[in-house]
């Protein structure tokens, strides 16, 4: 989208892994695992896979240790002249354990494979739940919640749950077997080895443990640190006009650093804390294989062990050791997991708009003409139940009629076109359309009898036809011509170099801000709706422009009740009924020549516009 409300918030790049923390582990990891519960048979199958591929793996070097004990036979045999090497069942025993490596590997590539798909799936999933929940939020949502925050559930969040489930959770299975595995055939070879193996483990666990917990503010305060940078660019980059207007580049920059210095500090010790696992875990099990070295060479020495048996009890280690950095991280990988999972299911159980009652009616037909009457009866609201902001408000507006909200700044004039439009409901009183109660509509068909133009003009990447279609989707491309031309917005799309196809650029840059003004009033005239709402639609025009879109508006609003919000008190003078609001409440209201004859606050806002 090119044009809309910003909102600073935690961002991140996408798969960003953070170290925060789960507030309810398992009742975030349990809501996971019912959401992907329709691909559980194939998340079973891939453990299955996994494990039988570690067990493949595991029986390898055992195997090989035969072969070694044969060629050292077949040696010794040689040397003492009472036989030789025997080749050929030293090539089965190496055929046999290439058989298994071949084996093991075409199983993890097959479980990677349906991982994948999976983890793809449940993405989608999620990506597209969040995206319908989006649509289903009420406005005062966004009102209390930065975009930032939304679009990092949607990005950072999904894409740690995506990480975790493709490659985490096998690496688990793999890593757990593994152990489990690898202690299992050590144990077979020599008991006392793997005492001296084992001696090793706690040491190593305890520093894995030490550097995870001493590591997790770090990446928790890297990943809140994250969020003020990507926040802090957003803003700069929408409003990145008004800082060169302003010269507040260095002070931008210096925000910007003070961010980055930040960042840069939490990721250098996460990063380096992390970064000391490998290497201690490395040195301490170095340690151990030359505790088992000695300990197995004087064994072999005695006779108590084979060459063969030493060598695949050394790799076992390996493969021991190898894991148990990995499972010491298990803990961390689920927090991330549970965490993200957390923040998604929570935006997921966000409360959404009321529903529809079940006996909603259908919004009025266009050739019915009831639609076109609106009543305010004793309407109570506040953005906060403590704060009431619009007091008791009640006003007529006939059909056809042309209603203009006028009055200071925060008088209530936009609140009063959100209640008309439902994005909020009332605290008290009701809105009659077409002599029903507004709530006995469904939302969605109610809202479709208004046409709304607003001081903050939105479009999105397209070109303009189709920017000026989003207003009616089946609208052939002579409806967007002469919905253009009504708008006053023909002449100048015609002087574009690509015309109707021109695409719009990065924030609509190439085209001015009237211009954009134009076409989103030419978007409201294509949709044809019952009742017109515009606030400050012509604000960001010309006086000549606005003098033709006046007339352009005259003829649209003919035969349509139309609410008018304007500042400029020029352009309502022609107004059926104006309201005057004060502090939510209607002050005065009456036509133009009937408030200026009156002298109250009408008169002194317009004179004061008109004053020398």
């Known amino acids: 989208m090119m044009r809309g409300p910003m909102g600073g918030g935690r961002g991140g790049p996408p798969g960003a892994m953070g170290g925060e923390k789960a507030k309810d582990f398992k009742g975030s990891i349990a809501k996971l695992l019912r959401y992907i519960s329709e691909h559980m048979p194939k998340i079973i199958l891939v453990c299955v896979l996994a494990v039988i591929a570690v067990v493949l793996s595991i029986l390898g070097p055992k195997i090989l240790g035969n072969a070694t004990n044969e060629l050292v036979s077949g040696l010794m045999a040689s040397i003492s002249g009472t036989g030789g090497v025997d080749f050929g069942a030293i090539g089965r025993i190496l055929l046999t354990v290439t058989a298994l490596y071949v084996g093991s590997s075409a199983l993890s590539y097959i479980q990677g494979f349906l991982m994948s798909g999976v983890t793809m799936k449940v993405t989608y999933k999620l990506r597209r739940d969040l995206g319908d929940k989006i649509h289903r939020l009420p406005i005062s949502y966004f009102d209390k919640t930065t975009h930032g925050e939304v679009l990092s559930r949607i990005t950072n969040d999904i894409d740690v749950i995506s990480q975790n489930l493709s490659q985490n959770l096998t690496q688990i299975i793999t890593s757990v077997v593994t152990v489990i595995g690898a202690l299992v055939m050590m144990l077979t070879i020599s008991i006392r080895l793997t005492l001296i193996a084992l001696c090793v483990v706690p040491l190593s666990m305890v520093f894995v443990l030490l550097i995870a917990r001493a590591s997790q503010k770090y990446f928790r305060r890297q990943q809140e640190t994250l969020g003020h940078v990507n926040g802090h660019i957003e803003e700069i980059f929408g409003g990145h006009n008004l800082v060169k207007a302003f010269n507040r580049e260095a ?32 040195f301490v099990g170095n340690l151990g294989y030359v505790a088992i ?47 993200a999972a957390e923040r998604v299911f929570e935006f997921l159980g966000e409360p959404e708009e009321s529903p529809d009652a079940p006996d909603a009616l259908p919004a009025p037909r266009k050739d019915a003409h009831i639609a076109q009457t609106v009543e305010f009866e004793h309407v109570r609201f506040g953005y906060d ?19 203009a909200i006028v009055g200071p700044t925060g008088a209530g004039k936009t609140t009063v076109v959100k209640l008309l439009m439902r994005f909020y409901d009332l605290n008290g009183g ?19 009898l208004f046409g709304m133009v607003l001081q903050d003009t939105w479009l999105f990447a397209g070109t303009l036809a189709e920017n000026i279609r989003y207003g009616r989707l089946d609208a052939t491309d002579e409806d967007v011509r002469q919905a253009a031309v009504a708008a006053q917005a023909d002449h100048f799309i015609r002087t574009l170099p690509d015309g109707y196809q021109m695409a719009l650029s990065e924030e609509t840059g190439n085209i001015s801000q009237g211009q954009r003004q134009l076409l989103t009033i030419a978007r409201a005239v294509l949709a044809d709706p019952d009742i017109l709402i515009l606030d400050e639609a012509t604000s960001s025009v010309d006086t000549r422009t606005e003098t033709h879109i006046q007339t352009a508006m005259q003829n649209l609003m003919k035969g349509r009740t139309s609410f008018i919000i ?32 009156l002298g109250g606050l009408y008169a002194e806002l317009y004179r004061s516009q008109f004053a020398e």
């Open 251 to 282: 002070d931008s920059q210096g925000t910007f650093d003070g961010h980055n210095k930040t960042l840069y500090h939490t990721a250098w010790k996460s990063q380096f804390l992390s970064g000391l696992m490998m290497p201690i875990t490395m």
């Open 293 to 339: 070295c000695l300990a197995g060479g004087y064994l072999a020495a005695g006779g108590a062990m084979t060459v063969g048996g030493i060598q695949a009890f050394i790799q076992y280690v390996r493969s021991f050791n190898q894991p148990l950095a990995q499972v010491a991280q298990v803990a961390n990988v689920l927090q991330q997991t549970a965490a």
């Open 385 to 403: 139940a403590d704060k009431i902001i619009i007091q008791d408000f009640s006003a007529r507006i006939e059909p056809g009629q042309t209603v």
């Open 430 to 448: 009701r809105i009659r359309v077409g002599g029903q109660d507004l709530t006995r509509y469904k939302r969605d068909d109610a809202r479709s």
């Open 566 to 597: 304007a500042h400029r008190l020029s352009t309502i003078r022609s107004a059926d009924l104006i309201l005057v609001m004060r502090e939510g409440d209607i002050a005065e209201q009456g036509t133009h020549s009937e408030l200026m004859a």
